[in-house]
């Protein structure tokens, strides 16, 4: 209930003596959380689809990093959460696509808010514990799920916040020059390599 216990209703649930703080798997307040484009997809345009990347390590802070990995730690937090009207009902995870939780990919994850009126259509039961995407919206779900993966491992690879698309790497000489005369091959030590 992280959206209800955050949003302007600012309902308050306690355990016990305990008062229950929300929960932001997308650290949507860390300016190096990075919110691609939103979808709308369905049969009326009625699921929207917000992917994030989350921030490298080196653009979070401790606590950020503690909450970040949730209940279960990052690898098992990447994925997608469904929300029903409002209410986290998949907290994370491929649902039933083929991408498998890794390292690398540890920085995706992806909002899907769905109204109550297609509870049949995703297989969401009186428990609200589980949804499996219709048909229709698998191969948008699973581009959005690659796309946003790909951004998430330039990112999880990148130190001090440069990508290796934009790192120039040094010039390098190798350290033997290969020559050929005629049939022999020599080799002579290359005097730029240093």
Known sequence: ?????????????????HNCKPWDPFLTGNNHTQRLPTETIGGNNEIEVIPYVLPHVSKRSNEETRVGAG?????????????????????????DFKFKPEEHYKLCRIEIDLPNNLDHEWGIDVRKAAA???????NDLERIAKATREIAVSVYRARSGITPRTRR??????????????????????RKNE
């Open 1 to 17: 209930f992280h959206r209800y216990l955050a949003g302007r209703e600012r309902i308050q649930i306690n355990v016990g003596e």
């Open 132 to 138: 499996v995407p219709p048909g229709h919206v698998r």
């Open 71 to 95: 209940l279960y730690g990052w690898n098992a937090q990447q994925g997608f959460y469904v929300y029903r009207n409002r209410r986290m009902i998949i907290p994370g995870g491929y649902l």
């Open 169 to 190: 790497e040094p010039d390098r000489y190798p350290v033997w020059l290969k020559e050929k005369r005629g049939e022999k091959i020599r080799y002579k030590i290359n």
